[in-house]
């Protein structure tokens, strides 16, 4: 690696242990065993709840817009 004979042989074994460690998660629980979430939360939904939560007193203030969520 280009980044020096001392930091270079440093990032080197923190790559490799790394891609060791994702391997054996990977052997350890298989990501077709892992289940996942396939429902989305729709903004207006989302919006809803936040105005209740402030109007319940949980928190003291919201601010979610449209332009705030990704659609």
């Given at each position: 690696?280009?980044?020096?004979?001392?930091?270079?042989?440093?990032?080197?074994?923190?790559?490799?242990?790394?891609?060791?460690?994702?391997?054996?998660?990977?052997w350890?629980?298989?990501?077709?065993?892992?289940?996942?979430?396939?429902?989305?939360?729709?903004?207006?939904?989302?919006?809803?709840f936040?105005?209740?939560?402030?109007?319940?007193?949980?928190?003291?203030?919201?601010?979610?817009?449209?332009?705030?969520?990704?659609?």
């Amino acid at each position: 690696m280009a980044l020096g004979p001392f930091a270079g042989l440093i990032y080197t074994t923190i790559l490799i242990v790394d891609c060791l460690f994702f391997l054996f998660l990977e052997w350890w629980m298989p990501r077709e065993d892992m289940d996942f979430v396939q429902e989305h939360w729709k903004p207006d939904v989302f919006a809803e709840f936040a105005r209740e939560a402030q109007n319940s007193g949980l928190v003291e203030e919201v601010s979610c817009t449209r332009s705030d969520v990704d659609t």
